[in-house]
């Protein structure tokens, strides 16, 4: 499996060309690798160590730390379900436990098919709209359990297809910094005083 | 319900409410297309912008002082005020945008990045010109997918009309802003886990001193680190001017701020209100805003400022949402988190979830926290499954007591940051308050609370078996 394609090889040197140093770029890349195969394979993190001039070690330590770097295959969609405080106030656990049930797999596994991973996740910031959950990182709030068997129809039928796209792809919209505008990455030890501060210095006795 | 649903683009709207109270931040969430430059441009946008470089930048500094605008992130430090920080001569200086919002109970920053991304990147370049930062860091939490592709598609707009990039709007004001993507952290909200993040590693905090980040931040440079509802405010304020801002408010809380008021209310939302003179009664009780407990039920506590305050009860409603107050009544307005729990919540669960969440994110760095907070879940667990000991209660405020000697408000440190610290609150308020209702778990007598969290009747989740219960 899988080192980046070429596309995305091309597009991961983009993004190392945005910052100061190129390890920066590290989690955005892993999240490339996890775009083009759905999860993060060994074989892509000894390829990002590459790009960025570090051991593939370092690139583990870093995907590992972060919860949404998968190391193993996950379903096409992975359900997040929130149980923090203010879901657990009005249901999240019963909606946990509901998806657990209906999809016959605990809590951190996957169905048998490769269709569905569900898991319990800390808030998720959508609090006033309890419970919550996300299915590859899109929202649906207030859920009910019918909701939720709806849902997982239609995900299986490729009804949402358009506004789910599979585990791994995030933003579907890239920044994309035009060459004729890009200041470019400010390095240290290569910076001086920006001119529009030394073209308008503050007066003698004011501080800034 | 006097509220409007604004379309969030997935799942249902938000709730704004209809109320006269003065909007600086939210005033573009009633349009569909909030999101977009030509919506933005017809609103004022990028006026402020305009003002800002009229000006020079210890002018524009200036503005934001007079404003006397408090950091949103949780902390409320003045903004002008960190900016000053800065060591004079040293470059470059960079600003990092703390997008990472995820303290429990936390809705605001989302709604700003999703609905009104060019008002965050006028923000910034604002502030990017008063520093005099050559390059700037829109750090955005991972798991919000549509406001990366909002901001994404923001800031290719934004370079492509001349509001990014070399020379901007024909001036010598050139800096680029990057967007990056996290991918699960809670402990990279804070500053200094968020600038590790950045750098590649994993986010571990860094110990202040000497890592503060305005003198030794991203790559050891000086580095302003801005919430993203702080730095929102800037476009309002060089428009309208810091005077302005400032005549909003009371005491040292001025202008307005965004509360997401959720849990046991009838209308959970989020609601921009004046800062320091609405007080929480309002924002619970107000048709316009909570409207109230839900029905039939009474206020038993609620959370003031995110999982990381102390809780408050019904002796605390009259309290404005000002600064000073609230800290000096034990407690913080943090993050403008309120999360109301009626008579039926058990304090117990409830004391468990926000234990749990500390347990499951502390970094691990430091021995205080990482083995403090899972042993305060484990024994919480324990009691919570009828196999509590009647020394668990005094051990649990040991363990907190180690965590955080002496288990005051503000909290003592034995970590280098506050995340242990911060899961001792919840612990000591519901131990010290509802005493009773974990005495009745630990003798086997009934409990006190018998109605479901949730309103109904209580389904226990399976008992997963122990291989399982990772995380």
Same mark, same amino acid.
């Given at each position: 499996?899988?080192?980046?394609?070429?596309?995305?090889?091309?597009?991961?040197?983009?993004?190392?060309?945005?910052?100061?140093?190129?390890?920066?770029?590290?989690?955005?890349?892993?999240?490339?690798?996890?775009?083009?195969?759905?999860?993060?394979?060994?074989?892509?993190?000894?390829?990002?160590?590459?790009?960025?001039?570090?051991?593939?070690?370092?690139?583990?330590?870093?995907?590992?730390?972060?919860?949404?770097?998968? %190391?193993?295959?996950?379903?096409?969609?992975?359900?997040?379900?929130?149980?923090?405080?203010?879901?657990?106030?009005?249901?999240?656990?019963?909606?946990?436990?509901?998806?657990?049930?209906?999809?016959?797999?605990?809590?951190?596994?996957?169905?048998?098919?490769?269709?569905?991973?569900?898991?319990?996740?800390? @808030?998720?910031?959508?609090?006033?709209?309890?419970?919550?959950?996300?299915?590859?990182?899109?929202?649906?709030?207030?859920?009910?359990?019918?909701?939720?068997?709806?849902?997982?129809?239609?995900? %299986?039928?490729?009804?949402?297809?358009?506004?789910?796209?599979?585990?791994?792809?995030?933003? %579907?919209? %890239?920044?994309?910094?035009?060459?004729?505008?890009?200041?470019?990455?400010?390095?240290?030890?290569? @910076?001086?005083?920006?001119?529009?501060?030394?073209?308008?210095?503050?007066?003698?006795?004011?501080?800034? | 319900?006097?509220?409007?649903?604004?379309?969030?683009?997935?799942?249902?709207?938000?709730?704004?409410?209809?109320?006269?109270?003065?909007?600086?931040?939210? $005033?573009?969430?009633?349009?569909?297309?909030?999101?977009?430059?030509?919506?933005?441009?017809?609103?004022?946008?990028?006026?402020?912008?305009?003002?800002?470089?009229?000006?020079?930048?210890?002018?524009?500094?200036?503005?934001?002082?007079?404003?006397?605008?408090?950091?949103?992130?949780?902390?409320?430090?003045?903004?002008?005020?960190?900016?000053?920080?800065?060591?004079?001569?040293?470059?470059?200086?960079?600003?990092?945008?703390?997008?990472?919002?995820?303290?429990?109970?936390?809705?605001?920053?989302?709604?700003?990045?999703?609905?009104?991304?060019?008002?965050?990147?006028?923000?910034?370049?604002?502030?990017?010109?008063?520093?005099?930062?050559?390059?700037?860091?829109?750090?955005?939490?991972?798991?919000?997918?549509?406001?990366?592709?909002?901001?994404? *598609?923001?800031?290719?707009?934004?370079?492509? *009309?001349?509001?990014?990039?070399?020379?901007?709007?024909?001036?010598?004001? +050139?800096?680029?802003?990057?967007?990056?993507?996290?991918?699960?952290?809670?402990?990279?909200?804070?500053? !200094?886990?968020?600038?590790?993040?950045?750098?590649?590693?994993?986010?571990?905090?860094?110990?202040?001193?000497?890592? #503060? /980040?305005?003198?030794?931040?991203?790559?050891?440079?000086?580095?302003?680190?801005?919430?993203?509802? !702080?730095?929102?405010?800037?476009?309002?304020?060089?428009?309208?001017?810091?005077?302005?801002?400032?005549?909003?408010?009371?005491?040292?809380?001025?202008? !307005?701020?965004?509360?997401?008021?959720?849990?046991? =209310?009838?209308?959970?939302?989020?609601?921009?209100?004046?800062?320091?003179?609405?007080? #929480?009664?309002?924002?619970?009780?107000?048709?316009?805003?909570?409207?109230?407990?839900?029905?039939?039920?009474?206020?038993?506590?609620?959370?003031?400022?995110?999982?990381?305050?102390?809780? #408050?009860?019904?002796?605390?409603?009259?309290?404005?949402?000002?600064?000073? *107050? &609230?800290?000096?009544?034990?407690?913080?307005?943090?993050?403008?988190?309120?999360?109301?729990?009626?008579? !039926?919540?058990?304090?117990?669960?409830?004391?468990?979830?926000?234990?749990?969440?500390?347990?499951?994110?502390?970094?691990?760095?430091?021995?205080?926290?990482?083995?403090?907070? $899972?042993?305060?879940?484990?024994?919480?667990?324990?009691?919570?499954?009828?196999?509590?000991?009647?020394?668990?209660?005094?051990?649990?405020?040991? =363990?907190?007591?180690?965590? $955080?000697?002496?288990?005051?408000?503000?909290?003592?440190?034995?970590?280098?940051?506050?995340?242990?610290?911060?899961?001792?609150?919840?612990?000591? +308020?519901?131990?010290?308050?509802?005493?009773?209702? #974990?005495?009745?778990?630990?003798?086997?007598?009934?409990?006190?609370?018998? &109605?479901?969290?949730?309103?109904?009747?209580?389904?226990?989740? /399976?008992?997963?078996?122990?291989?399982?219960? *990772?995380?």
């Amino acid at each position: 499996m899988a080192r980046l394609t070429l596309d995305n090889e091309l597009l991961a040197r983009e993004i190392i060309a945005r910052y100061p140093r190129p390890k920066s770029a590290l989690i955005p890349l892993l999240h490339l690798a996890q775009e083009q195969d759905g999860w993060v394979t060994d074989e892509a993190m000894e390829h990002l160590a590459e790009l960025v001039g570090v051991t593939p070690a370092e690139v583990l330590g870093t995907c590992s730390f972060y919860e949404m770097f998968k %190391r193993q295959p996950v379903g096409r969609y992975v359900i997040n379900v929130c149980t923090n405080i203010a879901c657990q106030l009005m249901g999240g656990e019963e909606l946990l436990a509901h998806a657990e049930e209906s999809l016959g797999v605990r809590s951190g596994s996957t169905t048998a098919d490769g269709m569905f991973t569900v898991e319990d996740v800390e @808030c998720i910031a959508a609090c006033t709209e309890a419970p919550c959950l996300q299915v590859n990182y899109r929202y649906r709030h207030r859920i009910t359990p019918e909701q939720f068997d709806t849902m997982v129809e239609d995900l %299986r039928a490729g009804r949402l297809d358009d506004e789910v796209p599979p585990h791994g792809t995030l933003a %579907r919209v %890239r920044q994309r910094i035009p060459a004729g505008a890009a200041v470019g990455p400010a390095r240290p030890g290569e @910076c001086e005083e920006p001119v529009w501060i030394s073209s308008r210095p503050a007066p003698a006795k004011g501080e800034g | 319900m006097d509220l409007l649903a604004a379309g969030a683009g997935q799942g249902r709207g938000v709730a704004v409410a209809v109320t006269d109270a003065p909007k600086i931040i939210t $005033s573009r969430l009633v349009h569909d297309d909030s999101h977009t430059l030509d919506r933005y441009q017809a609103t004022g946008g990028y006026q402020g912008l305009r003002a800002a470089l009229a000006k020079r930048p210890d002018e524009v500094v200036g503005e934001v002082k007079t404003a006397s605008l408090l950091g949103r992130g949780g902390a409320g430090f003045p903004a002008g005020v960190k900016w000053g920080f800065c060591p004079p001569g040293v470059w470059p200086r960079y600003l990092v945008v703390n997008g990472d919002e995820s303290e429990p109970g936390t809705y605001k920053d989302r709604i700003l990045m999703e609905r009104d991304p060019h008002q965050l990147i006028e923000g910034v370049l604002i502030a990017c010109y008063a520093i005099g930062c050559a390059q700037a860091f829109l750090y955005v939490r991972g798991e919000m997918a549509l406001a990366q592709e909002r901001i994404a *598609a923001a800031l290719n707009d934004a370079y492509a *009309a001349g509001y990014v990039g070399q020379g901007i709007l024909g001036s010598d004001f +050139s800096v680029d802003i990057v967007l990056h993507w996290g991918a699960g952290a809670y402990i990279v909200g804070e500053e !200094t886990a968020l600038i590790e993040s950045l750098e590649g590693n994993r986010g571990m905090p860094r110990l202040k001193p000497p890592f #503060f /980040p305005a003198a030794k931040g991203l790559y050891l440079q000086p580095t302003v680190v801005n919430n993203v509802e !702080t730095l929102a405010n800037l476009p309002w304020i060089l428009r309208e001017g810091g005077a302005s801002f400032a005549e909003l408010g009371a005491e040292a809380s001025r202008g !307005t701020r965004m509360f997401a008021v959720s849990g046991h =209310v009838r209308n959970p939302g989020v609601y921009e209100v004046e800062f320091g003179v609405t007080t #929480f009664r309002d924002l619970i009780y107000a048709p316009v805003y909570g409207g109230g407990i839900r029905d039939g039920h009474a206020l038993k506590a609620f959370i003031p400022g995110g999982a990381s305050a102390p809780w #408050f009860y019904e002796e605390h409603l009259d309290l404005p949402l000002e600064k000073g *107050a &609230v800290d000096k009544a034990g407690s913080m307005l943090g993050s403008g988190a309120i999360v109301v729990m009626d008579e !039926t919540t058990d304090m117990v669960k409830a004391a468990l979830r926000v234990v749990r969440f500390f347990a499951r994110e502390s970094c691990g760095k430091c021995t205080p926290c990482r083995e403090g907070t $899972s042993w305060l879940e484990k024994i919480l667990e324990r009691i919570l499954d009828g196999h509590g000991r009647p020394s668990d209660l005094d051990l649990l405020l040991d =363990v907190c007591d180690n965590i $955080s000697p002496g288990i005051a408000w503000p909290p003592k440190q034995t970590t280098i940051c506050p995340l242990g610290p911060s899961a001792v609150s919840p612990i000591a +308020s519901a131990v010290t308050r509802f005493r009773d209702e #974990f005495e009745a778990r630990l003798g086997g007598a009934p409990v006190p609370v018998t &109605v479901s969290m949730a309103g109904g009747a209580y389904v226990a989740a /399976p008992t997963p078996a122990p291989e399982e219960v *990772a995380s």
